[in-house]
């Protein structure tokens, strides 16, 4: 490692700059990937719609098998530390085709998670600045396409600049959401809350039974999904081979934490009427509700800025995969140019800023309000996230096959688990469109959108001459 260039040093040609983040900041990555705030603004009136009251039962669950595609994500960065991650991880261990489907699963993954961020950062900007326009959807998505633009060129400055950012953001955005957990379960406690704790929360009859905990699962997953950011980032971290899979692991378990306090304690202070109600800016009702007074204003402008940092993120780890696959052919040349002083690949961050965009603008013509768009992107986003998130548990079992009898450890955390992981995502999908847990916007958008990997890939091997569909699997490793 003692050859890499510094933080100080200028990127080498066409690489991304090296030992630039550190641990704690390939962390903060993860969890403002997630979103805390952002996220349950936008997933918690659509996880009380799917499961009830009874949200903590899919959170929990969905952690299990999360936390074992982690563990495959540790292994896999453990063996290649490439910005493409399940890109370049299932192209080597299974197939180069099954690659680039899942590299393609994640553009869209987080193509449709800037729409999911970017309007209820334009919901809570108005809620600030021009409370009459927070209903007005052109508004949102206008202000929302503003602060697009605003990270976008952020990135441009270079990975250290975001790196900071997120950091103080972090600090402000935790410290007022617990603030609130607080005040919430205090609420509980007192009587004062529309909605009181009994059985029904914690149950799956509450739930809704089986269809309902499908569907509070997929928006689970949902919630989840980001902590990998930290992966895309492993060419620019310091000690690139373990601070990853490290700060992978550390983001799911912070996160099934603060998911469960924030669920809870939120959850029950509107009634179920009026949470659905005020889908966009639900965090901020609550806030008032506990707090009335400018409270509201206060955690408005902590999703707003908690919606930002993920935005940011979101570009980063897009803008990384671009970079690998364009390595590989199976992106646009122009994807690959980095800049020299700041180490941004740029053309590609401006790509995708643009790309989010037109996404953004697309949600004007959705029929249906706020709330219906959202959560139709949460239900399709944990359809995506599951299918990428199993494949690479898959690779990781299978590159690592040679060694998992060698001992409990590798047969535990390199096998079973990241196994179990993949079998449960992929169950998960299935039994939702078996049972039809979820609407069929919702399988057009994740399936559908997935499925048309498949002549993009055609397209590629035939016409680009790119091997995709010809091409051997690497062999197993022989050692952990």
């Not at 000690?239 to 490290?246: A, L, M, S, V």
């Not at 959850?267 to 509201?296: C, K």
Request: aromatic letters at 10%; a neutral charge.
């Amino acid at each position: 490692m003692g050859d890499l260039p510094t933080k100080t040093e200028l990127a080498p040609a066409g690489h991304l700059k090296a030992n630039a983040l550190s641990l704690s900041d390939a962390i903060i990555l993860g969890l403002a990937s997630s979103a805390p705030a952002q996220t349950m603004a936008v997933a918690l009136p659509a996880l009380v719609a799917a499961a009830n009251y009874a949200g903590l039962l899919p959170i929990a669950c969905a952690f299990v098998p999360m936390l074992g595609i982690a563990l495959g994500y540790q292994r896999l960065n453990r063996w290649d530390q490439s910005a493409g991650a399940t890109y370049t991880w299932v192209s080597k261990a299974l197939h180069p085709y099954l690659g680039f489907v899942a590299g393609w699963m994640i553009l869209l993954y987080y193509t449709l998670g800037t729409t999911s961020m970017t309007v209820p950062a334009g919901t809570y900007t108005l809620q600030l600045l021009a409370p009459s326009l927070v209903n007005n959807k052109l508004a949102v998505v206008a202000v929302g396409a503003v602060w697009n633009l605003v990270v976008t060129f952020l990135l441009l400055g270079g990975i250290e600049i975001a790196a900071r950012f997120q950091k103080a953001l972090a600090i402000f955005e935790y410290l007022v959401l617990f603030f609130f957990v607080i005040l919430g379960i205090r609420a509980l406690a007192s009587g004062r809350a529309a909605s009181q704790v009994n059985s029904g929360w914690f149950s799956l009859s509450g739930a809704g039974g089986a269809k309902g905990f499908l569907a509070g699962t997929l928006i689970a997953v949902f919630m989840y999904s980001g902590w990998d950011a930290a992966i895309y980032v492993n060419e620019e971290t310091k000690d690139k081979e373990t601070n990853p899979g490290r700060a992978a692991i550390a983001s799911v378990i912070i996160l099934l934490f603060v998911y469960c306090l924030i669920t809870f304690a939120y959850q029950g202070v509107l009634s179920r009427t009026d949470l659905q109600s005020s889908a966009g800016n639900s965090l901020a009702v609550i806030a008032d509700r506990l707090l009335p007074g400018p409270s509201s204003l206060v955690l408005s402008l902590v999703v707003l800025l908690g919606t930002i940092a993920c935005l940011q993120v979101a570009v980063v780890s897009s803008t990384r995969l671009g970079f690998a696959m364009a390595e590989d052919r199976v992106m646009p040349a122009f994807f690959k140019i980095i800049h020299p002083r700041t180490g941004s690949p740029w053309p590609v961050t401006l790509f995708m800023g643009g790309v989010n965009l037109v996404f953004l603008f697309l949600t004007t013509f959705e029929a249906g309000g706020t709330r219906e768009v959202l959560s139709n992107i949460a239900g399709a986003l944990g359809i995506i996230a599951s299918l990428y998130y199993a494949l690479t548990a898959i690779a990781a079992v299978w590159q690592y096959r040679a060694v998992l009898l060698e001992n409990a450890g590798n047969f535990t955390l390199g096998g079973l688990w990241p196994a179990l992981g993949a079998i449960s995502l992929l169950t998960l999908v299935v039994e939702a469109v078996w049972t039809r847990a979820v609407s069929p916007a919702v399988l057009w958008a994740g399936l559908g959108a997935t499925a048309l990997g498949l002549p993009i890939a055609l397209a590629i091997h035939y016409i680009g001459r790119v091997p995709l569909l010809g091409a051997s699997a690497e062999q197993p490793l022989e050692n952990s």
